[in-house]
């Protein structure tokens, strides 16, 4: 027989391990295949500055991109020395820093700092030039960290924060600079460097070798998407201007183009997929579209399921529960689409109005986390009506939000120009 000690022991052994099986590790841009929906459960619904705040991490500069999480560490990248408000700087002194943290406290366990290649794209203040010089979501495959820095390159580091390799993508540069995170298939790390060269690319993930490459690119500031085939395989989705691209990742070969954006400048928002359905938004047209994948060609007549006249310019959308939901990024209008037909179920405006909103939403525990640049987040209701659970802001902290928030253990990471904040119990 076993006794009262020894059960307590194996009670707590199942209790660590229950837990360490709960944390499913968020490795990438907008989680699990990039598409912003965590089973995560107990997330907190209200906070401030004083309430269900289990630690703030104080940043060593401002970035957009958002936390990754892998076992018992944070990583994330940030940037000092030019392009701070109020004054822009000297942009020699530009300077990027991937951070490791402690996944329970919030401590820096270290820090690495890169210099930029210069010239990098001119910071001149507003609104249209604070993308930043930390955009791009980092992502992991266990073993290593993979982060891209825009001009400055592609970098391959071990966890604890040693240079394995690097690459080059290309040098050019545009006012909004550089946003879209590397994504991880099989071997390849790819990057979608339109930017920068005008490419979409593949990298061996031990070496940094180029394995593909397509031109073409332009005007594309969304993170490409491995967007899973009914009947098996993965298929690659970038959106362009006009344009919706399908690929294959092992190649690059390019399998179906639709009808996309009619936008002939850029589209920011990154594509999401369920059942077989790749989905689109963006354009300052204002549009949503929905695609039947699989096609080859061109598939316009045959895969566009449907378009409506309703989208965001800059954030990109979730499927939940038979929903496309998203967030105008400037009229803070709440935007609920029936995945099937694309017939509205709900458009809203919230309120109070919260300004520029650039964060995409994120969809948890029955919640829709919409967050704004300055006027805090907005805890919605995941359903067919609209519904505002909470308004929540930081009475000490009014700096900028652009990053996507992360569900992790019951709890939330978010992270401000300021400051990556640990939320919940």
């Given at each position: 027989?076993?006794?009262?000690?020894?059960?307590?022991v194996?009670?707590?052994?199942?209790a660590?391990?229950t837990?360490?099986?709960?944390?499913?590790?968020?490795t990438?841009f907008r989680g699990?295949?990039?598409?912003?929906?965590?089973?995560?459960?107990?997330?907190?619904?209200?906070w401030?500055?004083?309430?269900?705040?289990?630690?703030?991490?104080?940043?060593?500069g401002?970035?957009?991109?958002s936390?990754?999480?892998l076992?018992?560490?944070?990583?994330?990248?940030?940037?000092?020395?030019y392009?701070?408000?109020?004054?822009?700087g000297?942009?020699?002194?530009?300077?990027?820093q991937?951070?490791c943290?402690?996944?329970?406290?919030?401590?820096?366990i270290?820090?690495?700092?890169f210099?930029a290649?210069?010239?990098?794209?001119?910071?001149s203040g507003g609104?249209?030039?604070?993308?930043?010089?930390?955009?791009?979501?980092?992502t992991?495959?266990?073993?290593h960290l993979?982060?891209?820095?825009?001009?400055?390159?592609?970098?391959?580091l071990?966890?604890?924060g040693k240079?394995?390799w690097?690459?080059d993508?290309?040098?050019?540069?545009?006012?909004?600079g550089?946003?879209?995170?590397p994504v991880?298939?099989?071997?390849?790390?790819?990057?979608?460097?339109s930017?920068?060269?005008?490419?979409?690319?593949a990298?061996?993930?031990?070496?940094?070798?180029?394995a593909?490459s397509?031109s073409?690119?332009r005007?594309s500031w969304?993170?490409p998407l491995?967007?899973?085939?009914?009947?098996?395989?993965?298929?690659?989705v970038?959106s362009?201007?006009?344009?919706?691209?399908?690929f294959?990742?092992?190649?690059g070969?390019?399998?179906w183009?639709?009808?996309g954006i009619?936008?002939?400048?850029?589209?920011c928002?990154?594509v999401v997929?369920?059942?077989?359905?790749?989905?689109?938004?963006g354009?300052?047209?204002?549009?949503?579209?929905?695609?039947?994948l699989?096609?080859?060609?061109?598939?316009t007549?045959s895969?566009?399921?449907?378009?409506?006249?309703?989208?965001?310019n800059?954030?990109?959308?979730?499927?939940?529960?038979?929903?496309?939901v998203?967030?105008?990024?400037?009229?803070?209008?709440?935007?609920?689409?029936?995945?099937?037909?694309?017939k509205?179920v709900?458009?809203?405006r919230?309120?109070p109005?919260?300004?520029?909103?650039?964060?995409?939403?994120l969809?948890?525990?029955?919640?829709?986390y919409?967050?704004?640049?300055?006027n805090?987040?907005?805890?919605?209701?995941a359903?067919s009506?609209?519904?505002?659970?909470?308004h929540?802001?930081f009475d000490?902290?009014?700096?900028r939000?652009n990053?996507?928030?992360?569900?992790h253990?019951g709890?939330l990471?978010?992270?401000t120009?300021?400051f990556l904040?640990?939320?919940?119990?």
């Open positions: 027989m076993i006794g009262k000690s020894s059960w307590r194996v009670l707590g052994l199942l660590v391990v837990a360490a099986a709960d944390a499913a590790d968020v990438g699990e295949g990039g598409l912003a929906r965590s089973a995560e459960v107990g997330l907190p619904q209200a401030s500055s004083t309430k269900n705040v289990v630690w703030k991490s104080k940043m060593p401002p970035g957009t991109s936390p990754i999480v076992g018992k560490r944070i990583y994330l990248t940030s940037y000092t020395g392009g701070l408000e109020p004054n822009q000297d942009q020699t002194n530009l300077k990027r991937v951070l943290l402690d996944r329970v406290s919030g401590k820096v270290w820090k690495k700092e210099a290649k210069l010239p990098e794209s001119s910071y609104n249209n030039a604070r993308h930043g010089y930390a955009s791009a979501t980092p992991t495959d266990g073993k993979y982060v891209f820095f825009g001009k400055s390159g592609v970098f391959c071990d966890l604890e240079t394995v690097t690459a993508v290309g040098s050019r540069t545009r006012g909004w550089s946003s879209n995170s991880l298939y099989k071997n390849l790390l790819i990057v979608s460097a930017v920068e060269s005008g490419r979409l690319l990298l061996d993930k031990a070496t940094g070798k180029q593909w397509v073409g690119i005007g969304n993170t491995l967007a899973s085939v009914p009947g098996g395989g993965q298929e690659l970038v362009v201007p006009q344009t919706v691209l399908g294959d990742p092992a190649t070969k390019r399998l183009s639709c009808e009619p936008d002939r400048g850029y589209v928002p990154s997929a369920h059942e077989g359905v790749v989905f689109a938004i354009g300052r047209a204002n549009t949503a579209l929905a695609i039947k699989g096609g080859r060609g061109d598939v007549s895969h566009l399921l449907w378009k409506t006249n309703r989208g965001s800059v954030s990109s959308p979730v499927v939940v529960d038979g929903h496309l998203w967030v105008h990024e400037r009229r803070g209008t709440a935007y609920c689409l029936d995945v099937k037909t694309g509205i709900y458009e809203a919230l309120a109005r919260p300004g520029l909103m650039y964060s995409s939403v969809a948890a525990d029955g919640k829709l919409c967050i704004s640049q300055h805090g987040t907005y805890v919605l209701a359903g009506q609209f519904k505002l659970l909470a929540n802001t000490d902290d009014d700096s939000i990053a996507c928030p992360v569900a253990n709890q990471l978010l992270r120009d300021r904040y640990c939320l919940g119990k």
